[in-house]
């Protein structure tokens, strides 16, 4: 508790950013902090997490885990004697968030909420997205649980803090089977845009083909018999030559193709034999799988993993640090080498195969122009150059065609239809589970928020009713029925707060206990909540908080009303106007 602009929702961003990973948001307020303690109880384990920092930067960060609060309080290094050891160190603010994330997720027993993205991709969020619940947004916010309203995530936060069978494999499921269908249809969508192009392609070649072909017997007719079979010959013996240069240009292509993947691969001997020379590490990965690819997705490796598997000597598959000791670095090194010397072996070879083409293709050229000269100076005179343009039409239109077979037809892969009908059946069955487990909580649950938006001073409130998705109605001043992002700034506060309580009495009810317990609320008061309402919200929520093992960090720059609702022991507060910290 503090005067306006003295450090109340610093303390909350610093709160988060210890036990989030990252700040919602930084606050030039706090530039010129070195040092950040804070001590937690994370799912009955006494945990302290202890961060440096420069220029609002983690530079080095450490968390804890000690018997009790006590023992950790004035410790920020391991000290094994009494039992405080470390869970994790950390040398940035990217590493601190992506430890702090892995680490709730698993002392929590959290699992990622999966969702596709436009049908196209999986989307998994985190530990983040379930803070969003813990820290209340902005009274304006559209989103009545979490600060995130894409992608489903309030429903599924809400399935997930109800403990609904399977939810998490519900998620994955529906989500598999919607990218796999749309997966389907784009691919079947492609196919028919293809073949619908190739067939009008093959429609104009033909059209073009008969007008050249009826082109050429004109002009063939026109001709006299000593004239016809000259002309027949030298044109016989340019199409000949005109193939011989196809094929041999088809040969150049894939002996191109050849030397290009074996020069690429001695470049990849070359590389890795560098690495070997002067990493260990890399020696001792030498003879272990090198996939480019993610054998479960398909997807291509980053190249920060593979510059972190040299630097920091994290394995780019599974990223676990890569120990021990290199044991035969020469046996390594020749092998290595041997490998440089045969892929330049094969380098060669594939380069002296492609000159020889290149000749060949060359003096194929060569007798094709010649071919041509003399089809040109054929005796014909003036109708000589309209004939041979004629006949080489005919050939181009005839190969054009050739090279446009008409385009298979879509064959649907049995696997992928088995798959997508076992995935839509799974779902539809975890769906029928999920709909009679909910029935009884979500009517125990519409009636706690009803019966807690009240109390916390929603004075019309008459009721409510909450969906799997977390779409709430709320019914209100003589049944007047609207959505929760039509209500005021001061409501959506006091519903918000009416879902999380009533998420921890329903599920100490049922006897579920997935919410985390905490809940951080910055200034209640400045979302036009009236000082009688906000006497009213704040006594309630001392008393769920101590009757549903809920903790409670609010802040208000209100002196008097942080001591009319609360005992002493509660209360953190600095003096009128000076800073809280």
């Known amino acids: 508790m503090a005067s306006n602009l003295r450090g109340k929702s610093s303390v909350l961003e610093l709160v988060t950013w210890c036990l989030r990973g990252t700040p919602r948001e930084k606050s030039g307020a706090i530039h010129w902090l070195r040092e950040v303690d804070l001590d937690a109880t994370v799912a009955g384990q006494a945990m302290a997490f202890r961060l440096n920092l420069e220029s ?15 023992t950790l309080e004035t410790r920020r290094s391991p000290d094994p004697a ?67 309203a894409m992608s489903g995530l309030p429903g599924r936060l809400l399935q997930v803090f109800l403990d609904l069978p399977a939810a998490g494999v519900l998620t994955k499921v529906k989500t598999q089977a919607a990218l796999m269908s749309t997966a389907r249809q784009r691919r079947q969508s492609a196919v028919k845009a293809a073949q619908a192009e190739r067939s009008e392609q093959r429609r104009q070649t ?26 027949a010959d030298l044109a016989e013996a340019t199409m000949q030559s005109a193939t011989a240069v196809v094929n041999s240009q088809q040969a150049w292509d894939t002996l191109m193709l050849l030397h290009r993947q074996a020069r690429a691969q001695r470049q990849r001997d070359e590389k890795l034999l560098n690495d070997v020379r002067e990493s260990a590490i890399a020696r001792r990965l030498f003879h272990g799988l090198d996939p480019t690819t993610c054998p479960r997705c398909d997807q291509s490796f980053a190249a920060e993993r593979r510059r972190l598997e040299l630097q920091e000597h994290s394995c780019a598959v599974c990223a676990r640090p890569v120990q021990g000791d290199d044991e035969a670095p020469e046996d390594v090194l020749a092998e290595a080498e ?57 050939l181009r239109l005839e190969g054009a065609l050739s090279v446009l077979p008409e385009l298979p037809p879509s064959l649907d892969d049995p696997a992928e239809d088995l798959a997508i009908k076992v995935l839509r ?34 004075a019309g409130l008459e ?13 209100s001043d003589g049944g007047h029925e609207r959505s929760f992002s039509d209500q005021v700034p001061g409501e959506r506060l006091r519903l918000r707060i009416a879902v999380i309580v009533a998420l921890l009495r329903v599920g100490a009810v049922h006897q579920i206990s997935t919410h985390p317990g905490l809940l951080l609320i910055d200034s209640p008061k400045a979302e036009e909540i009236q000082d009688v309402d906000i006497h009213l919200l704040l006594e309630e929520l001392n008393a769920v908080a101590e009757a549903n093992q809920l903790q409670v960090l609010v802040t208000t720059a209100d002196f008097d009303l942080a001591h009319d609702v609360l005992p002493s022991g509660s209360i953190i507060e600095a003096a009128e106007g000076k800073p809280l910290w």
């Open 56 to 70: 609002e930067e983690i530079t080095s960060a450490i968390a804890l885990s000690g018997p009790d609060q006590q």
């Open 82 to 148: 009494q039992g405080v050891l470390p869970l994790f160190r950390a040398a940035s603010s990217e590493s601190y968030a992506q430890q702090v994330q892995a680490l709730m997720m698993q002392w929590m027993d959290l699992h990622p909420l999966i969702s596709a993205k436009e049908g196209t991709a999986a989307v998994t969020n985190g530990w983040p997205a379930y803070y969003g619940a813990l820290y209340m947004p902005g009274a304006r916010s559209p989103s009545l649980l979490g600060d995130v």
């Open 206 to 231: 033909e059209d073009d083909l008969v007008a050249a072909q009826a082109r050429l017997k004109h002009l063939t007719q026109g001709a006299d018999n000593s004239d016809q079979e000259s002309l």
């Open 338 to 394: 041997d490998r440089v010397r045969a892929s330049s072996e094969a380098e060669r070879l594939s380069k002296e195969a492609l000159e020889q083409a290149e000749g060949e293709l060359h003096q194929l050229s060569r007798d094709l122009r010649t071919a041509q000269d003399r089809l040109r100076r054929a005796d014909a005179a003036a109708r000589v150059p309209e004939y041979a343009q004629a006949r080489e039409g005919v």
């Open 425 to 458: 059946a799974a779902a539809k069955t975890l769906e029928d589970d999920h709909a009679k487990e909910a029935d009884k909580l979500f009517a125990d649950l519409n009636t706690e928020i009803s019966a807690l938006g009240r109390k916390f001073g929603f």
């Open 463 to 475: 009721s409510v009713k909450i969906d799997r998705a977390a779409h709430l109605r709320v019914t």
